[in-house]
């Protein structure tokens, strides 16, 4: 059954941080692209980073760039999310997304190209 997990979200502080994780089973995560996207209430789901499956090369939104650093451990067929300083605006649902090699040609991935979905997980970050 192929899935993606995410976990580690919860109610942090502003100026905190957090690791989310995306973890993969039923396929290798090493042949995907994958994408962090959030969802807050009343908004579009927006990408915030995305890594390459062959360099690990990476991309991030403007907003969380230096905050926010997308790392991956094939070896775990996990994808990481580290989170910090963060503000009360990165509230949101965070979801993990893979895309397989062959679903793009240009990184990163447009939205439609992505293959599987996680579920999601919740940051709330208040005081």
């Known amino acids: 059954q192929v899935q993606l997990v995410e976990s580690g979200g919860g109610l942090v502080q502003p100026g905190g941080s957090l690791r989310l994780s995306c973890a993969a089973s039923?396929?290798?995560?090493?042949?995907?692209?994958i994408g962090w996207f959030r969802q807050a209430p009343g908004k579009e789901r927006e990408e915030v980073s995305c890594i390459n499956h062959k360099d690990s090369s990476t991309s991030y939104k403007d907003s969380v760039k230096g905050r926010f650093t997308i790392s991956r451990d094939n070896a775990k067929n996990t994808v990481y999310l580290q989170i910090s300083s963060l503000k009360p605006e990165d509230t949101a649902i965070y979801y993990c997304?893979?895309?397989?090699?062959?679903?793009?040609?240009?990184?990163?991935?447009?939205?439609?190209?992505?293959?599987?979905w996680g579920q999601g997980t919740q940051v709330t970050v208040s005081s």
């Open positions: 997304a893979a895309a397989e090699r062959n679903s793009f040609r240009f990184f990163p991935p447009k939205l439609v190209q992505y293959d599987y």
């Open positions: 039923g396929f290798s995560l090493d042949r995907y692209a």
